[in-house]
């Protein structure tokens, strides 16, 4: 007998599990706070890598409905200097192996590949307790509940499920986000647009820096990265975009105004993207009936890996829950053991990662490192 499985969270990570679940006949309930799929916009672009978000789409059964939303070109980098100078340019030329999709499309296919009615919307978790014996009571906002033998919290960063696990709180790491867009940028912003190029634009100094991608139909996708203090944000009203734009790119100062436009001209209201994170080795005893995935389990710095790295461990998990057929504590035994080295060891190197961009060696730290003068040393 397969137990049927609770999932929380309708992220990338709770319907890859989902899915992978389905295609091995184990029944599971997703259950999301959101409405419904098109409550909120999904987020930007993001790089799916060879060795974790593409295995796990094809332990999904999607791979060919993934390579049908690739941005083709997206895989362009470049690193520029606060002047607007080139400082890397790695052009797009089909071999790089982390292909560009929407977040949003990515989640479509994904929901559009399990069985109707799998994924409740509407349920927003208010709190969950133990019954005994590995059992859950899960309760909602709308007084209701439900109970489970085997609970998965793919309820992202600040999971309601985890207490149920661990102690660990997501900790300020001292940098936030101003995220916003423009549209049809190679039209009405030419000079911003050329900026960028055709994929990804990082242009970077100590302790900030404007990023910013390409997507579909022109459209600039930007965060502005600022080391700040969280007070220094409280401070800010961002329900007045015209005062947040202003003091945000009064922090840019004398930059080429090629870049400063992704602030000035967004034709979207600023928001505010703190970034936090679990302690690198995070990790918890097992405990019958119920486990983590994603951003729940390892929320680290911004890397390009946590998508990926939350398919992953939905794929992960559903492979091990097919593999043991009426033994699911040996399954998320089995998932715990690997998931955690795995996920500490990209923890540690995305505070690397974000060390080479935002450290006292930025900009030229980010690009020793795409050009392999960091080895050579």
Do not use: C
Request: no cysteine; hydrophobic share 40%; charged share 20%.
């Amino acid at each position: 007998m397969r137990t049927p499985v609770t999932i929380i969270g309708a992220g990338l990570g709770g319907l890859t599990l989902a899915r992978v679940l389905h295609v091995h006949g184990i029944p599971a309930t997703v259950y999301e706070a959101e409405a419904s799929a098109d409550a909120r916009t999904q987020g930007g672009q993001l790089d799916i890598h060879e060795h974790n978000g593409q295995p796990a789409l094809a332990a999904a059964g999607l791979t060919d409905a993934f390579r049908a939303l690739i941005h083709e070109g997206g895989e362009a980098l470049r690193v520029l200097d606060r002047h607007g100078a080139v400082l890397h340019d790695e052009p797009d030329d089909g071999t790089g192996g982390r292909p560009e999709v929407l977040r949003g499309d990515l989640r479509r296919i994904l929901l559009d590949s399990l069985p109707t009615g799998t994924v409740r919307w509407g349920h927003k978790v208010s709190g969950v307790r133990p019954l005994g014996a590995g059992r859950h009571e899960v309760a909602f906002a709308d007084g209701t509940t439900v109970t489970t033998d085997l609970l998965v919290g793919a309820d992202g960063a600040w999971s309601k499920v985890r207490p149920l696990l661990s102690d660990a709180r997501p900790a300020y790491v001292g940098t936030s986000y101003v995220e916003t867009y423009l549209f049809d940028g190679d039209t009405r912003h030419p000079d911003a647009a050329k900026a960028v190029g055709a994929g990804s634009l990082l242009a970077l100094v100590p302790g900030k820096g404007i990023q910013a991608h390409r997507e579909t139909g022109g459209t600039l996708h930007t965060y502005v990265a600022l080391a700040r203090p969280q007070e220094w944000f409280a401070a800010l009203d961002f329900t007045d975009a015209d005062a947040v734009t202003a003091r945000v790119a009064a922090e840019f100062d004398g930059w080429a105004p090629e870049l400063t436009v992704l602030i000035t001209d967004g034709e979207t209201a600023p928001v505010l993207r703190p970034l936090h994170t679990l302690p690198a080795d995070h990790r918890w005893e097992r405990v019958p009936g119920v486990t983590l995935l994603g951003d729940a389990a390892h929320l680290m710095i911004p890397s390009g890996e946590g998508a990926n790295l939350a398919m992953y461990d939905g794929a992960e998990l559903g492979k091990a829950l097919a593999a043991h057929p009426g033994d699911a504590e040996a399954a998320l035994a089995e998932y715990e053991r690997a998931l955690f080295p795995r996920s500490a060891a990209e923890a540690v190197e995305a505070a690397r990662l974000h060390e080479r961009m935002f450290g006292a060696g930025a900009p030229h730290s980010l690009v020793d490192m795409f050009t392999g003068a960091e080895q050579a040393r």
